[in-house]
């Protein structure tokens, strides 16, 4: 059974950092391309970052370019999101998932298992 559970969730002053982790278990973590994704309330979920099956690429949203970093530890099965120069259009609550494919893909249909979600508020 394939499972993700995120931690790293919080509150933080605007301007602030945090970090997030997913720890995976169930399946060959290496194989599949990892992704972060976040949910506002009364929007719809939006692609924030991905990381390729071995890291070598990664992808963002314009809206987080630069100020976040995605990374994975394919020996301990984990993938982080740093994130930096926090804002309060950044508040959401944030969801790691493992998609289809060893390559990068950015739309939530093409990622088959998701974590539970950790809140993320930023107060301006």
């Known amino acids: 059974q394939v499972q993700l559970v995120e931690s790293g969730g919080g509150l933080v002053q605007a301007g602030g950092s945090l970090r997030l982790s997913c720890a995976v278990s169930?399946?060959?973590?290496?194989?599949?391309?990892m992704g972060w994704f976040r949910q506002a309330p009364g929007k719809e979920r939006e692609f924030v970052a991905a990381i390729s099956w071995g890291g070598g690429s990664t992808r963002y949203a314009d809206s987080v370019k630069g100020r976040f970093t995605i990374s994975r530890d394919n020996t301990k099965k984990t993938v982080d999101l740093q994130m930096n120069s926090l804002k309060s259009e950044d508040t959401a609550v944030y969801y790691c998932?493992?998609?289809?494919?060893?390559?990068?893909?950015?739309?939530?249909?093409?990622?088959?298992?998701w974590g539970q979600g950790t809140q993320v508020t930023v107060s301006s």
């Open positions: 169930g399946l060959f973590f290496s194989d599949y391309s």
């Open positions: 998932a493992r998609s289809r494919d060893a390559f990068i893909v950015v739309h939530y249909g093409d990622y088959n298992d």
